[in-house]
């Protein structure tokens, strides 16, 4: 054998031992998945879909109407969800629109569609999977993304178990997103949820086992004017219409998550840690990721746990 080759075996061997863990860290963040459900909503879909048409929770001040749900037609059809002073009822002082899903997701699932949010005080746009049933716990599961009307350049994450919330995690968003569609998703599986903004991850929680299935919900509210926690929350509305857009609705199964985002932090400040996967832990800190989330430590507004 050469020089040159038995320069290279020690080198070489070395670079063998470490593949199996290159191969997992580049295979880690790669989603498995299949559509169980979209909608690019070119009509308002009966068959998927319902509009609710009730009172909503005691702490939002509107009342579902169907005909505040509306597909907008044309070429680039979105769902419209329209807020105004016509047609609240039951002591409500609004009416505006929700849209729920027929079906129940639960397990890996990735849910994602693209919103362009309704700005101006006291407005909450929002996409959430919410437990259709209890499977027997005092309260409901729900993952959240929710846009605050009156500073549209945020987003805030959050997520019940069991009725406990307190798991709020606001990301600023770099852009207005009442300006435009953007892509916002959630994916759950192996007891860990991420956020993504435009496909980007931006925050990632553990969760003490699984949530329970649930049916996807998009809405537009304000809030009631006697629940002073919630109007401290997202303030008030005083104008008299207001229009929230979705489109490209698509709910996929997934089999793993990437949890290569172990926490966040900022002004000293840290959520809650994610395990890495072995190949990330083995390459190094470098891999840990920093973006701008400010964590909110005081409690949720009263019942959003409870909220279609």
């Given amino acids: 054998m050469d020089a040159d080759k038995r320069l290279c075996l020690p080198h070489c061997s070395r670079l063998m031992r470490g593949l199996p863990f ?10 498995q998945a299949s559509s169980l459900f979209q909608d690019g909503f070119d009509s308002v879909d009966g068959d998927k879909w319902f509009a609710l048409d009730r009172p ?9 109407r169907k005909d505040h749900v509306q597909a907008t037609g044309g070429a680039d059809s979105r769902l419209a969800l329209t807020l105004d002073r016509n047609g609240g009822a039951n002591g409500k002082e ?24 309704a700005a ?35 987003v805030q994450f959050n997520y019940f178990a069991e009725g406990q919330g307190g798991h709020e995690a606001v990301v600023d968003l770099g852009f207005d997103a009442s300006q435009a569609l953007h892509t916002y998703a959630f994916e759950t599986a192996n ?13 990632s929680a553990a969760v003490n086992g699984p949530l329970d299935p649930g049916q996807l919900l998009l809405d537009l509210w304000a809030p009631d004017a006697d629940h002073e926690g919630v109007l401290n929350w997202a303030g008030q509305f005083t104008g008299d219409t207001a229009t929230a857009l979705f489109d490209n609705v698509q709910i996929s199964s997934v089999k793993t998550v990437n949890r290569s985002l172990t926490s966040a932090r900022v002004e000293g400040i840290q959520t809650s840690p994610v395990p890495l996967p072995p190949a990330v832990v083995l390459f190094g800190s ?13 409690a ?3 019942g959003l746990g409870m909220r279609a």
Avoid: C
Wanted: charged share 20%; net charge neutral.
């Fill in 56 to 64: 909503a929770a005691p702490f939002m001040g509107v009342q579902w």
């Fill in 94 to 117: 609004f009416a505006s629109g929700a849209y729920q899903s027929r079906s129940v997701f639960g397990g890996g699932i990735r849910a994602e569609a693209q919103i362009q949010v």
């Fill in 191 to 203: 007891n860990v949820i991420n956020w993504y903004v435009d496909d980007e991850l931006k925050y």
């Fill in 22 to 31: 290159i191969v997992l860290l580049l295979v880690a963040p790669v989603l």
């Fill in 300 to 302: 949720s507004p009263p």
């Fill in 286 to 298: 470098g891999w840990l990721a920093l973006v701008g989330v400010r964590r909110l430590w005081k």
């Fill in 120 to 154: 101006g005080d006291g407005l909450v746009t929002a996409m959430f999977l919410y437990a259709k049933t209890n499977n027997g716990k005092a309260h409901r599961d729900e993952i959240d993304i929710e846009f605050l009307g009156k500073d549209p350049t945020k």
